[in-house]
């Protein structure tokens, strides 16, 4: 098998503000051999290069099966205008160094199905593609056992209903192939309803995942306690304020450079009056790439801390993996099993606010031992007072530019109201800083934020480049004066 290599040469910008993932597809099964008019529709839009399409075997030692099911599926594509130059497969005979340069190198992925979820993933791990599939840039599609494995979350009711990790694409736990004249199928649906939302899919039907926006073609169902309904509008749009959550998780690299740090000040006041050092334990709820993490790690505390996103959690391995007293785990904060884990402070360095305030609260109390510290940071920036003509030409390009297409909805988060939850009193502190950019800087930092991410192209460039030239004639230089505002409270003892 040839290993075809990708040049950087189709137009496409690969910088580090770039999402990672441009489009994904979650399909339920093609039961006559084709997509949908609406499918193929989107698909010959999305996948504008087509060089190389590689497919994963959910069969891994089908040999003979795997080869009949990546040509047809190449001859598929092709038939309905979607053509690609080369084609492979990777599956047991696939050797690892080789499977990972297909994967690195492709344009489109496609998982396939008619195998088994775990044996797929086994395959994916096997051959050293793990995390070359979490790294590429390639579109990447999927088909029942695929589709399910591109979830964070699979549950294979073929073989269990024990739910186990995905690749972690998205957060739909699907159900493929739904057929309400299949009673068994149908129940082991209604089954995986009872502890999660399940998304119920008819062949033919298909999510597309692209920029943070959600939609859906054919016949879907969310299954919730055992009831199973058609899904809304309503539905789509809180899963894209679900998936908006990871959106930060697209831009290590430049989120690691470009997000501000904390006061120092703060963190020697807060270690101070929470008592944090040897033999205390600590929680940090998503801290990101570390940008709140080494004042309160370098206390000699015992530090947990846990990241929604794979690639932010891989860089805080990087970087704090080897000490002795770190530990962090790439999972949910609202989900999480803690067990009899209980910590001495719990803090959240912008983050809180991306979690229902009620599941919060009550999940820090819970998480405390008693006279536990919640603490709870954020900055507030302002430039305006340094160059007022600056300032004013960049609110006019954000009056014409700004445009997400999730709107953040997370600003309403109320940092008073612990005492409402059982905790005592709040107080406020904030500490003073400031940030002299240049323009790249400034691009690179406003890129970082989560409603720019989302601005759809071209309006995106034309946004930042507009930025970018109003701090250059501003004499490559605009000046933020920050002011870090911690809220502190306890659990009573």
């Avoid at 306690?225 to 899963?239: F, Q, S, Y």
């Avoid at 930042?464 to 250059?472: E, P, Q």
Wanted: one cysteine or more; proline letters at 5%.
């Amino acid at each position: 098998m040839k290993v075809f290599l990708r040049r950087d040469d189709a137009g496409h910008d690969r910088g580090d503000a770039q999402m990672r993932k441009e489009f994904l597809a979650v399909f339920s099964g093609f039961p006559e051999h084709r997509f949908s008019e609406d499918t193929a529709k989107r698909l010959r839009e999305e996948l504008t290069v087509r060089r190389s399409i590689v497919f994963i075997t959910a069969c891994p030692y089908e040999y003979a099966q795997s080869d009949k099911d990546a040509d047809g599926m190449h001859e598929m594509f092709a038939q309905q205008g979607i053509p690609f130059e080369r084609h492979c497969v990777i599956d047991r005979r696939t050797d690892p160094s080789e499977a990972k340069a297909l994967v690195e190198h492709a344009d489109c992925i496609f998982l396939m199905g008619g195998g088994a979820c775990e044996e797929q993933l086994d395959l994916i791990r096997e051959k050293d593609c793990f995390e070359a599939l979490l790294d590429c840039h390639a579109a990447i599609l999927g088909v029942s056992a695929g589709s399910m494995n591109m979830a964070r979350i699979v549950v294979d009711f073929h073989d269990s209903m024990e739910p186990f990790p995905g690749l972690g694409f998205t957060n739909l736990t699907v159900s493929c192939h739904h057929d309400p004249a299949d009673a068994w199928r149908y129940e082991q649906t209604l089954k995986m309803s009872e502890t999660r939302v399940v998304y119920a899919m008819e062949d033919l039907s298909a999510f597309f995942l692209k920029g943070g926006k959600i939609s859906v073609a054919g016949k879907v169902f969310r299954g919730e306690n055992r009831v199973l309904r058609p899904i809304t509008e309503a539905d789509l749009r809180e899963l894209e304020q679900d998936e908006f959550r990871r959106v930060f998780d697209t831009i290590p690299d430049q989120f690691d450079r470009f997000r501000p740090r904390y006061s120092g000040e703060l963190f020697a006041f807060l270690n101070r009056r929470a008592g944090i050092g040897p033999g205390k334990s600590v929680l940090e709820i998503g801290p990101g790439t570390g940008q709140a993490t080494e004042p309160v790690l370098g206390t000699g505390c015992e530090y947990h801390a846990i990241e929604l996103g794979e690639h932010l959690y891989r860089k805080m391995i990087g970087k704090f993996g080897k000490l002795p007293n770190f530990e962090i785990v790439n999972d949910d904060f609202i989900t999480h099993d803690f067990g009899d884990e209980r910590f001495d402070m719990i803090y959240s360095a912008a983050t809180i606010q991306w979690i229902p305030q009620d599941i919060a609260y009550a999940r820090c109390f819970e998480l405390l031992k008693p006279g536990g510290t919640l603490a709870m940071m954020l900055t507030r920036s302002e430039y305006r007072s340094e160059n007022e003509p600056l300032y004013q030409e960049i609110q006019a390009l954000y009056d014409r530019y700004y445009r997400p297409e999730i709107p953040y909805t997370h600003g309403n988060f109320d940092y008073t109201a612990a005492p409402g939850y059982g905790f005592s009193e709040v107080e406020r502190f904030e500490f003073k800083g400031q940030r002299i950019l240049t323009a790249d800087e400034y691009v690179r930092f406003s890129g970082t934020h989560c409603d720019h991410i989302v601005i759809p192209e071209p309006t995106r460039t034309e946004f930042f480049d507009g930025l970018r030239n109003a701090v250059l004639k501003a004499g490559d230089r605009i000046v933020f004066n920050d002011t870090y505002v911690l809220y502190l409270t306890k659990k009573p003892s």
